[in-house]
């Protein structure tokens, strides 16, 4: 990469470092994730099964129960229109969700921002010596 600003040969090699970086975190992230989430369900069933679901483990002078945890469900707009079907079908009168709908779409809007976008690169030694 021939440019006439050093700093940015320097930028470049730790952008990709920190993104290779990013990259293995968020992966180790989801592994560490999924294992947790088997474990505590083995541990949720074994508890109800055994008629102990409202149980406290007590370990390293803290306490593990089990809780109920609200999630509300995910607004996409198909969820959106189906709720505005049922508002106008419990309200009576004429069902307006397909105009509301157009203009939701018509007017949502985005944002452009500017990113890299890697293709193609190599492995970070090639890159290196690349960049040198």
């Keep these: 990469m021939a440019t006439s600003d050093p700093g940015v040969g320097t930028a470049v090699r730790y952008f990709l470092h920190y993104s290779n970086l990013a990259s ?24 109800r099964q055994s008629g102990m679901e409202k149980a406290t483990i007590q370990i390293n002078g803290g306490q593990i129960t089990v809780v109920d945890k609200r999630e509300p469900n995910q607004l996409s707009l198909s969820k959106i229109e189906e709720l505005l079907h049922g508002y106008f079908r419990q309200k009576g009168g004429p069902d307006q969700s397909l105009d509301i709908m157009t203009f939701i779409r018509s007017n949502r809007g985005y ?22």
């Design 24 to 47: 293995s975190f968020y992966k180790q992230y989801g592994a560490a994730k999924k294992v947790k989430d088997e474990y505590e369900q083995q541990i949720i069933n074994t508890l």
């Design 111 to 132: 944002t452009m921002n500017k990113y890299l976008k890697q293709t193609g690169i190599q492995s970070n030694s090639q890159q290196i010596q690349q960049l040198q």
